[in-house]
């Protein structure tokens, strides 16, 4: 039975086959950089068994098919620099083991799914170079803790939610190249940052800032 499927870097083009969804014992699905065009099986969720899909640097088309939420032990799903669009699926947010998502350089839009930010497996996060519009959501917690949390180059706007603040460990944030405004909430996340992380936003202020 193959558990291991890795055609990264080989300019393969064309689509994903329908077929690859009958291998029903794959754990790691690697391919990454190529020129792998038309949309991510509408049935991909049946690679329930799946924990790696890494499908970064292609030329992908379409949304996140909603049956990726079936598979239950799916840990990390890197779609990033690709040409997806529409909005996030919210069960995305509910996967409980899931704990790397990198959407980097896409075309999503609509609003953040609270889901994903109050996810408490979730430790990297990179939702940055998209069209995602409206608030971040308030949704974070004590048991939040992201290693890498990259909201930038997005279409945000609003205060950054004060329950960020809350958090456990927040190590890389980056929420530049927005539409934010309002103070820096204050908080043992937010000490170590330097100004590059709320850079080039309609008008926060605050350390690291300017003072308010």
């Known amino acids: 039975m193959l558990t291991v499927l ?49 499908l970064y640097r292609n030329q992908l088309t379409g949304s996140i098919p909603d049956s990726i939420g079936n598979m239950n032990r799916l840990a990390d799903l890197d779609l990033s620099r690709n040409q997806l669009s529409g909005r996030v699926p919210d069960c995305l947010g509910k996967m409980r083991v899931l704990s790397t998502l990198n959407l980097d350089g896409n075309s999503f839009s609509g609003q953040l799914p609270a889901s994903l930010l109050s996810n408490r497996g979730l430790g990297i996060l990179n939702m940055s170079r998209n069209g995602f519009e409206g608030n971040i959501p308030d949704v974070f917690h004590e048991n939040s803790y992201f290693m890498v949390l990259d909201l930038s180059y997005n279409k ?57």
Request: net charge neutral; glycine share 10%.
């Open 6 to 54: 890795n055609l990264a870097d080989n300019q393969i083009s064309g689509k994903i086959p329908a077929s690859l969804v009958s291998l029903s014992g794959l754990m790691h699905l690697d391919l990454s950089n190529n020129q792998i065009s038309g949309e991510i099986p509408t049935d991909f969720g049946k690679l329930k068994m799946l924990s790696r899909a890494l």
């Open 156 to 212: 945000l706007k609003g205060p950054i939610p004060g329950s960020l603040s809350s958090a456990k460990y927040i190590g890389h944030l980056d929420l530049s190249h927005n539409h934010l405004c309002g103070a820096i909430p204050v908080g043992n996340p937010f000490d170590h940052l330097g100004a590059s992380s709320f850079a080039n936003n309609d008008c926060l202020c605050g350390n690291p800032l300017s003072t308010c």
